[in-house]
Structure formats: structure tokens, C-alpha cells
């Protein structure tokens, strides 16, 4: 069973790791700062040793990470590398992250999907298009990222995330399981719920933050999309 180490502690940028096993250009290891492509937040960029690491995944088990190497790189079962994430573009993914939970603490309607990428993100509403006002969004998400909110993060059973049904706010992604815990994300009087991804530790983190655009995505889904006001 891997570590995954990014879960308790997302600032975590590098470690030391074994190579479990080989799969063509692609290596998992017995332990990993790197998040893989899930819950709608892309997947770390770095190196394994002297290796770029293009993309991360997850493997067919739900304790494994497949790391996506170079074509030509030559890793062996048992080496033991530095592994390193690429920092400055993970922050970016945590800040957009964390905008997406005040993003949905802000608009007020059942989120049908969701998306993070290295320079915006966004989420899609069931909700009515005349109620989505570009202005109103953005001011009252910087007086949230302003307010300097502290994030935290904790474990609850799966059993405990079936009592509770609310936790669960995607309708389109479900939150990681397998283990029999499943992991919460809260910004308290802000907003809770189930979620496996990386995120800072105060919104004020953030910065500023721009509604890109808003528009229709068929009859359930009106898409906006946030990007940072400064260029991030």
C-alpha cells in the first residue's frame, strides 16, 4: 500500500521514494507527493529522479499512483530516487481548488461537475441562468478569500459519509473511497464537505479572484469559470 503523502500535508514539495513496480513509462512508488488526476483537479507535474514525471494517475488499485515518466526513461523495481513535485504549479491547482468550494458556498445550487486546471477552473450549476450576475459572484467571493479563512481537513467513515448525504456536493464526482474512511474538507461557516484534493490553508492564499465567464452548458449545466484577477 502506498503513502500518500500530499494528503496530510499538500505543502509537502519532495521526499525519497522506492520503485514498486513498472508498467511501460509509467512507475508507482511505496510513497508520493504527487496527487494524481481525480476529483476534477489535474494531476502533479515533477521529477523522479533524473526523470520528468509528464503526469500522474491513478492505478487500478486504490492505494497505487501511476507517475507517467519520459518515454526514455529507464526506472528499475527497488531503486530508490528523489521524488519532487512541480511546486509553483501544484499552489496554483490548490488556490483554484479551494476558490471552487467558496465558488459553491457562493452560488446557491446542486453542482452538476467541475473542473481544475493550471490557470482556471470551474463548476457547473443546475440553476438558472438570469441568477448567476458576474459582479455579485466575484465581489462576494474576494470578501471570502479577504476574510482569511483557515481550511482544515479530517476523516469520517464511510458509513458515517452514507448517514450524511449532504457532504457529498458533486453530483458527478464521488468522493474516494476504498479505504473505509473517506476524507472532509472544511472552511468553517463557509462550507463542508467530502473531498480527496489539495488545498491551502487560508483562503486568503488565494488572492484575488475573476469570473472569466459564465455561460450554458445544456438545460442543467451553466458553467463559471474562475481565473485569478492578477494573472496568478
Not at 117 to 131: C, P, S, W
Not at 132 to 152: G, P, S
Not at 155 to 176: C, G, K, Q
Amino acid at each position: 500500500m502506498a503513502e500518500f503523502l500530499f494528503r496530510e500535508n499538500p505543502y509537502l514539495t519532495a521526499c525519497e521514494a522506492r520503485v514498486v513496480a513498472v508498467h511501460a513509462n509509467a512507475v508507482e512508488l511505496d510513497r508520493t507527493v504527487f496527487y494524481p488526476l481525480g476529483g476534477g483537479q489535474a494531476g502533479d507535474t515533477g521529477t523522479i529522479g533524473p526523470w520528468r514525471v509528464l503526469d500522474t494517475r491513478k492505478g487500478e488499485a486504490a492505494d497505487s499512483v501511476l507517475h507517467l515518466l519520459d518515454p526514455e526513461a529507464k526506472p528499475e523495481v527497488g531503486m530508490k530516487l528523489a521524488i519532487s513535485i512541480d511546486w509553483e504549479r501544484r499552489h496554483r491547482l490548490m488556490r483554484l481548488h479551494t476558490a471552487l468550494h467558496l465558488l459553491g458556498a457562493v452560488v446557491k445550487a446542486p453542482v452538476t461537475g467541475g473542473r481544475i486546471g493550471d490557470d482556471k477552473a470551474h463548476l457547473d450549476f443546475d440553476i438558472d441562468m438570469d441568477k448567476l450576475v458576474k459582479d455579485e459572484i466575484e465581489e462576494r467571493l474576494n470578501a471570502l478569500t479577504q476574510a482569511a479563512h483557515a481550511t482544515r481537513f479530517y476523516w469520517i467513515t464511510d458509513a458515517e459519509l452514507d448517514a450524511r448525504p449532504e457532504l457529498v456536493r458533486t453530483m458527478s464526482v464521488a468522493p474516494p473511497r476504498g479505504e473505509g474512511r473517506v476524507r472532509l474538507l472544511e472552511i468553517p461557516g463557509v462550507d463542508l464537505q467530502a473531498c480527496g484534493g489539495t488545498h491551502v490553508k487560508s483562503t486568503a492564499e488565494i488572492g484575488r479572484l475573476a469570473v472569466a465567464r459564465i455561460r450554458s452548458e445544456g438545460k442543467r449545466n451553466k458553467r463559471v469559470t474562475l481565473t485569478f484577477a492578477d494573472g496568478g
